[in-house]
Protein backbone atom coordinates (compact mmCIF):
# COMPACT_ATOMS: atom_id res chain seq x y z
CA UNK A 1 0.00 0.00 0.00
CA UNK A 2 1.74 3.63 -0.96
CA UNK A 3 1.00 7.12 -0.16
CA UNK A 4 -0.54 9.25 -0.05
CA UNK A 5 -3.65 6.36 -0.02
CA UNK A 6 -1.96 4.62 3.36
CA UNK A 7 -1.92 8.06 4.98
CA UNK A 8 -5.10 9.34 3.69
CA UNK A 9 -6.97 6.29 4.85
CA UNK A 10 -4.92 5.73 8.21
CA UNK A 11 -6.06 9.35 9.23
CA UNK A 12 -9.64 8.49 8.59
CA UNK A 13 -9.76 5.03 10.79
CA UNK A 14 -7.84 7.35 13.78
CA UNK A 15 -9.80 10.44 13.49
CA UNK A 16 -12.80 7.97 13.30
CA UNK A 17 -11.59 6.36 16.85
CA UNK A 18 -10.56 9.74 18.48
CA UNK A 19 -14.05 11.30 18.29
CA UNK A 20 -15.33 8.09 19.55
CA UNK A 21 -13.02 8.25 22.32
CA UNK A 22 -13.46 11.79 23.01
CA UNK A 23 -17.64 11.15 23.13
CA UNK A 24 -16.66 8.91 26.16
CA UNK A 25 -16.42 11.72 28.47
CA UNK A 26 -18.82 14.93 29.18
CA UNK A 27 -17.63 18.16 28.41
CA UNK A 28 -16.74 19.10 32.59
CA UNK A 29 -14.35 15.34 32.11
CA UNK A 30 -13.04 16.12 28.70
CA UNK A 31 -11.64 19.45 29.39
CA UNK A 32 -10.75 18.80 32.55
CA UNK A 33 -8.98 15.42 33.92
CA UNK A 34 -8.58 13.81 30.06
CA UNK A 35 -7.20 16.85 27.88
CA UNK A 36 -4.83 17.02 30.80
CA UNK A 37 -3.19 14.05 30.44
CA UNK A 38 -3.71 13.77 27.09
CA UNK A 39 -1.31 16.26 26.53
CA UNK A 40 1.08 14.89 29.20
CA UNK A 41 1.37 12.15 26.34
CA UNK A 42 2.50 14.52 23.67
CA UNK A 43 5.97 15.52 24.98
CA UNK A 44 7.66 11.76 26.08
CA UNK A 45 5.97 10.97 22.42
CA UNK A 46 7.74 13.45 20.66
CA UNK A 47 11.08 12.14 22.40
CA UNK A 48 10.38 8.95 21.35
CA UNK A 49 9.66 9.78 17.93
CA UNK A 50 12.51 12.55 17.54
CA UNK A 51 15.57 11.78 19.51
CA UNK A 52 15.03 8.14 19.45
CA UNK A 53 13.97 7.45 15.95
CA UNK A 54 10.53 6.00 16.96
CA UNK A 55 12.71 2.22 17.20
CA UNK A 56 14.91 2.20 20.85
CA UNK A 57 16.96 -0.37 21.65
CA UNK A 58 13.94 -1.81 23.99
CA UNK A 59 11.60 -2.01 21.56
CA UNK A 60 13.39 -2.47 18.25
CA UNK A 61 12.72 -6.26 17.98
CA UNK A 62 9.77 -6.64 19.09
CA UNK A 63 6.76 -7.11 16.32
CA UNK A 64 3.87 -5.68 15.63
CA UNK A 65 1.18 -4.77 17.63
CA UNK A 66 3.50 -5.28 20.47
CA UNK A 67 5.93 -2.56 19.80
CA UNK A 68 3.50 -0.02 19.67
CA UNK A 69 2.28 -1.03 22.98
CA UNK A 70 5.47 -0.94 24.40
CA UNK A 71 6.01 2.24 23.40
CA UNK A 72 2.12 3.79 24.08
CA UNK A 73 3.18 2.48 27.61
CA UNK A 74 6.23 3.88 27.81
CA UNK A 75 4.52 7.43 27.02
CA UNK A 76 1.45 6.31 29.36
CA UNK A 77 3.86 5.96 32.29
CA UNK A 78 5.60 9.59 31.63
CA UNK A 79 2.59 11.10 31.36
CA UNK A 80 1.48 9.75 34.79
CA UNK A 81 4.53 11.12 36.46
CA UNK A 82 4.58 14.58 34.85
CA UNK A 83 0.87 14.98 35.18
CA UNK A 84 0.99 14.29 38.61
CA UNK A 85 3.93 16.29 39.01
CA UNK A 86 2.35 19.23 37.02
CA UNK A 87 -1.12 19.17 38.60
CA UNK A 88 0.57 19.48 42.60
CA UNK A 89 3.47 22.18 41.74
CA UNK A 90 1.57 24.54 39.13
CA UNK A 91 -2.71 23.36 39.75
CA UNK A 92 -2.04 23.00 43.62
CA UNK A 93 -3.48 20.78 43.44
CA UNK A 94 -6.89 21.39 42.87
CA UNK A 95 -9.33 18.80 40.87
CA UNK A 96 -10.39 19.24 38.45
CA UNK A 97 -7.17 21.19 36.97
CA UNK A 98 -8.08 24.41 35.74
CA UNK A 99 -7.02 26.23 32.89
CA UNK A 100 -3.77 27.80 34.59
CA UNK A 101 -1.99 24.00 34.91
CA UNK A 102 -3.89 23.36 31.53
CA UNK A 103 -1.92 26.20 29.96
CA UNK A 104 1.22 24.89 31.17
CA UNK A 105 0.71 21.44 29.82
CA UNK A 106 0.35 22.86 26.73
CA UNK A 107 2.96 24.78 26.56
CA UNK A 108 5.62 22.28 27.58
CA UNK A 109 4.34 20.66 24.09
CA UNK A 110 5.86 23.68 21.99
CA UNK A 111 9.15 23.45 24.23
CA UNK A 112 9.84 20.05 23.60
CA UNK A 113 9.37 20.37 19.78
CA UNK A 114 11.78 23.30 20.12
CA UNK A 115 14.47 21.15 21.97
CA UNK A 116 13.80 17.81 19.63
CA UNK A 117 13.21 19.64 16.30
CA UNK A 118 14.85 22.56 16.50
CA UNK A 119 17.93 22.39 18.22
CA UNK A 120 17.88 18.04 17.45
CA UNK A 121 18.11 17.45 20.88
CA UNK A 122 21.22 19.56 21.26
CA UNK A 123 23.43 19.64 23.69
CA UNK A 124 21.76 16.49 25.42
CA UNK A 125 23.01 14.12 22.80
CA UNK A 126 26.15 15.40 22.79
CA UNK A 127 26.38 14.82 26.81
CA UNK A 128 24.75 12.15 26.67
CA UNK A 129 26.11 8.59 24.72
CA UNK A 130 23.10 6.79 25.11
CA UNK A 131 19.95 7.50 23.57
CA UNK A 132 17.31 6.89 26.22
CA UNK A 133 19.13 8.97 28.47
CA UNK A 134 19.55 11.69 25.80
CA UNK A 135 15.91 11.59 25.38
CA UNK A 136 14.91 11.70 28.99
CA UNK A 137 16.80 14.43 29.87
CA UNK A 138 15.09 16.62 27.10
CA UNK A 139 12.39 15.41 28.58
CA UNK A 140 12.86 17.15 32.03
CA UNK A 141 14.89 20.06 30.26
CA UNK A 142 11.00 20.78 28.34
CA UNK A 143 9.24 21.23 31.56
CA UNK A 144 12.06 22.67 33.65
CA UNK A 145 12.54 25.45 30.87
CA UNK A 146 8.97 26.16 30.38
CA UNK A 147 8.48 25.98 34.34
CA UNK A 148 10.84 29.26 34.03
CA UNK A 149 9.12 30.36 31.23
CA UNK A 150 5.95 30.09 32.78
CA UNK A 151 6.63 31.98 35.57
CA UNK A 152 8.21 34.91 33.60
CA UNK A 153 6.36 35.43 31.11
CA UNK A 154 2.43 34.26 31.97
CA UNK A 155 0.39 37.29 33.98
CA UNK A 156 -2.63 35.63 34.67
CA UNK A 157 -3.79 38.82 37.22
CA UNK A 158 -7.01 39.03 34.74
CA UNK A 159 -8.23 35.87 36.44
CA UNK A 160 -8.20 37.06 40.25
CA UNK A 161 -11.57 36.79 41.61
CA UNK A 162 -12.68 33.88 39.24
CA UNK A 163 -13.26 30.72 40.74
CA UNK A 164 -10.46 28.85 38.80
CA UNK A 165 -8.19 31.36 39.97
CA UNK A 166 -5.30 30.30 41.96
CA UNK A 167 -3.32 31.94 44.81
CA UNK A 168 0.53 30.82 43.20
CA UNK A 169 -0.58 31.50 39.89
CA UNK A 170 2.40 33.86 38.02
CA UNK A 171 2.54 37.48 37.51
CA UNK A 172 4.87 37.72 34.50
CA UNK A 173 5.10 39.94 31.77
CA UNK A 174 2.39 39.30 29.04
CA UNK A 175 -0.96 37.97 29.54
CA UNK A 176 -1.02 34.64 29.68
CA UNK A 177 -3.32 33.55 26.81
CA UNK A 178 -1.49 36.10 24.60
CA UNK A 179 2.06 34.01 25.71
CA UNK A 180 0.34 31.18 25.11
CA UNK A 181 -1.22 31.66 21.80
CA UNK A 182 2.35 32.91 20.81
CA UNK A 183 3.88 29.37 21.56
CA UNK A 184 1.60 27.59 20.10
CA UNK A 185 1.88 29.67 16.85
CA UNK A 186 5.72 29.66 17.04
CA UNK A 187 5.38 25.59 16.78
CA UNK A 188 3.08 26.00 13.26
CA UNK A 189 5.93 28.52 12.34
CA UNK A 190 7.90 25.72 12.88
CA UNK A 191 6.01 23.00 11.15
CA UNK A 192 5.47 25.95 8.33
CA UNK A 193 9.40 25.49 7.90
CA UNK A 194 9.42 21.52 8.11
CA UNK A 195 6.90 22.10 4.86
CA UNK A 196 10.09 23.82 3.02
CA UNK A 197 12.61 21.15 4.24
CA UNK A 198 14.46 24.14 5.95
CA UNK A 199 14.46 26.01 2.53
CA UNK A 200 16.43 27.99 2.34
CA UNK A 201 18.60 27.53 5.60
CA UNK A 202 19.63 24.58 4.35
CA UNK A 203 21.69 25.91 1.15
CA UNK A 204 24.10 26.80 3.80
CA UNK A 205 26.32 23.65 5.45
CA UNK A 206 27.30 26.65 8.53
CA UNK A 207 23.85 27.42 9.61
CA UNK A 208 22.91 23.34 9.40
CA UNK A 209 25.10 22.39 12.63
CA UNK A 210 24.07 22.56 16.35
CA UNK A 211 23.09 25.31 18.03
CA UNK A 212 23.73 27.67 15.33
CA UNK A 213 20.64 25.81 13.58
CA UNK A 214 18.26 26.07 17.02
CA UNK A 215 19.02 29.37 17.01
CA UNK A 216 18.45 30.59 13.59
CA UNK A 217 15.21 28.87 13.55
CA UNK A 218 14.32 30.19 16.74
CA UNK A 219 14.70 33.18 15.80
CA UNK A 220 12.61 32.92 12.48
CA UNK A 221 9.60 31.31 13.97
CA UNK A 222 9.46 33.61 16.64
CA UNK A 223 9.33 35.96 13.89
CA UNK A 224 6.56 34.67 12.13
CA UNK A 225 4.33 34.30 14.95
CA UNK A 226 4.97 37.77 15.91
CA UNK A 227 3.89 38.71 12.75
CA UNK A 228 0.87 36.63 12.73
CA UNK A 229 -0.02 37.99 16.54
CA UNK A 230 0.39 41.35 15.08
CA UNK A 231 -1.81 41.23 12.30
CA UNK A 232 -4.43 38.93 13.90
CA UNK A 233 -4.53 40.40 17.03
CA UNK A 234 -3.09 43.98 16.85
CA UNK A 235 -4.40 44.88 13.55
CA UNK A 236 -7.24 42.33 12.76
CA UNK A 237 -8.32 42.63 16.92
CA UNK A 238 -8.89 39.27 16.91
CA UNK A 239 -9.27 37.22 20.36
CA UNK A 240 -6.64 35.52 20.69
CA UNK A 241 -8.08 32.46 21.35
CA UNK A 242 -10.05 32.72 18.04
CA UNK A 243 -6.46 32.92 16.89
CA UNK A 244 -5.74 29.96 18.31
CA UNK A 245 -8.56 27.61 16.90
CA UNK A 246 -8.86 29.15 13.85
CA UNK A 247 -5.72 29.99 12.66
CA UNK A 248 -2.93 28.21 14.34
CA UNK A 249 -3.97 24.73 15.39
CA UNK A 250 -5.74 24.20 12.30
CA UNK A 251 -2.46 24.92 10.35
CA UNK A 252 -0.67 22.41 13.08
CA UNK A 253 -3.05 19.41 12.26
CA UNK A 254 -2.94 19.78 8.80
CA UNK A 255 1.15 19.53 9.42
CA UNK A 256 0.64 16.72 11.14
CA UNK A 257 -1.26 15.20 8.20
CA UNK A 258 0.87 16.55 4.93
CA UNK A 259 4.23 15.89 6.97
CA UNK A 260 3.69 12.51 9.18
CA UNK A 261 0.48 10.79 7.58
CA UNK A 262 1.23 11.31 4.47
CA UNK A 263 4.89 11.42 4.84
CA UNK A 264 5.56 14.45 2.89
CA UNK A 265 4.47 12.49 -0.42
CA UNK A 266 1.90 15.02 -2.07
CA UNK A 267 4.29 16.82 -3.77
CA UNK A 268 7.65 14.84 -3.64
CA UNK A 269 8.14 15.28 -7.07
CA UNK A 270 8.22 19.20 -6.39
CA UNK A 271 11.69 21.34 -5.81
CA UNK A 272 11.79 23.63 -3.31
CA UNK A 273 10.19 26.23 -2.79
CA UNK A 274 7.23 25.23 -4.79
CA UNK A 275 7.39 21.84 -2.69
CA UNK A 276 7.26 23.92 0.49
CA UNK A 277 4.46 26.31 -0.91
CA UNK A 278 2.24 23.56 -2.36
CA UNK A 279 2.96 21.54 1.31
CA UNK A 280 1.84 24.84 3.58
CA UNK A 281 -1.21 25.46 1.08
CA UNK A 282 -2.71 21.56 1.12
CA UNK A 283 -1.70 21.73 5.51
CA UNK A 284 -3.67 25.34 5.60
CA UNK A 285 -6.67 23.83 3.37
CA UNK A 286 -6.99 20.56 4.69
CA UNK A 287 -6.14 21.39 8.92
CA UNK A 288 -9.32 24.32 8.40
CA UNK A 289 -11.30 21.49 6.55
CA UNK A 290 -11.24 19.13 9.37
CA UNK A 291 -11.53 21.53 12.02
CA UNK A 292 -14.51 22.60 10.89
CA UNK A 293 -15.30 19.27 10.57
CA UNK A 294 -14.86 18.57 13.88
CA UNK A 295 -16.99 21.70 14.30
CA UNK A 296 -19.58 20.23 12.55
CA UNK A 297 -19.74 16.98 14.65
CA UNK A 298 -18.83 18.64 18.24
CA UNK A 299 -22.81 18.86 18.79
CA UNK A 300 -23.23 14.77 18.48
CA UNK A 301 -19.96 14.29 20.37
CA UNK A 302 -19.97 16.84 22.98
CA UNK A 303 -23.45 18.85 23.28
CA UNK A 304 -24.41 22.03 23.09
CA UNK A 305 -21.12 24.28 22.85
CA UNK A 306 -20.97 27.60 23.69
CA UNK A 307 -18.31 30.13 21.77
CA UNK A 308 -16.52 32.99 23.17
CA UNK A 309 -15.96 34.51 26.50
CA UNK A 310 -16.07 33.94 29.28
CA UNK A 311 -15.98 29.82 29.24
CA UNK A 312 -14.48 29.35 25.39
CA UNK A 313 -16.05 25.89 25.76
CA UNK A 314 -16.18 25.55 21.85
CA UNK A 315 -13.18 26.59 21.37
CA UNK A 316 -11.25 24.94 24.36
CA UNK A 317 -12.64 21.57 22.81
CA UNK A 318 -11.87 22.12 19.27
CA UNK A 319 -8.36 22.74 20.25
CA UNK A 320 -7.82 19.75 22.28
CA UNK A 321 -10.11 17.37 20.06
CA UNK A 322 -7.60 17.84 17.57
CA UNK A 323 -4.20 18.62 18.93
CA UNK A 324 -4.98 17.20 22.29
CA UNK A 325 -6.51 13.52 21.35
CA UNK A 326 -6.33 13.16 17.61
CA UNK A 327 -2.78 14.07 17.34
CA UNK A 328 -1.35 11.74 19.33
CA UNK A 329 -3.38 9.20 18.39
CA UNK A 330 -2.27 9.97 14.46
CA UNK A 331 1.50 9.66 15.50
CA UNK A 332 0.50 6.62 17.45
CA UNK A 333 -0.53 4.84 14.68
CA UNK A 334 1.83 6.56 12.47
CA UNK A 335 5.37 5.94 14.36
CA UNK A 336 4.52 3.61 17.23
CA UNK A 337 2.42 1.10 15.23
CA UNK A 338 3.74 1.61 11.88
CA UNK A 339 0.26 1.67 10.64
CA UNK A 340 -0.49 -1.72 11.67
CA UNK A 341 -3.01 -3.34 10.99
CA UNK A 342 -3.01 -1.52 7.54
CA UNK A 343 -0.99 -3.49 4.92
CA UNK A 344 2.68 -2.76 5.00
CA UNK A 345 4.08 -0.21 2.43
CA UNK A 346 5.15 -2.38 -0.95
CA UNK A 347 9.45 -1.93 -1.25
CA UNK A 348 10.65 -0.37 -4.24
CA UNK A 349 12.32 -3.57 -5.01
CA UNK A 350 8.84 -5.84 -4.88
CA UNK A 351 7.49 -2.55 -7.24
CA UNK A 352 9.88 -3.30 -9.61
CA UNK A 353 9.55 -6.48 -9.93
CA UNK A 354 5.78 -6.45 -10.05
CA UNK A 355 6.30 -4.20 -13.08
CA UNK A 356 8.87 -6.59 -14.79
CA UNK A 357 6.36 -9.47 -14.33
Not at 36 to 58: C, K, R, T, Y
Not at 220 to 236: D, E, F, Q, R, Y
Not at 290 to 305: F, Q, R
Request: charge should be neutral; charged fraction near 5%; hydrophobic fraction near 60%.
Amino acid sequence: MTQPARGLLASIIVMAIALAYISLFDLGTFLGWVAFFMLGLIPMQVVAVVIWGGNPSFASRLPQPLKGVVLTLVTVIAAVVATALAHRVVGEGVSPPGPIPSHFVVSVVPITFWLSIMFGGWPFTRLIKSPIGAGLAVLVAAYVLMYAGFRLFYDYDFMQGAPVYLASAPHGMFNAVTALVFVVTALAAMFLMLCFDLWPLNQWPAIMTQPTLGLVWTAIAAAIAGVVMWICVGTLGMDPMIVLTRVTAPFIFGSIIVLNMLQNSLFAKMAQPVKGVLNAVAAAVIGVALANLYGALAPSVAGTLVSGPPGYDYEVWLVNALLSVTFPFLIYHAVFFEYWPLPPRESAAAVHSSSRT
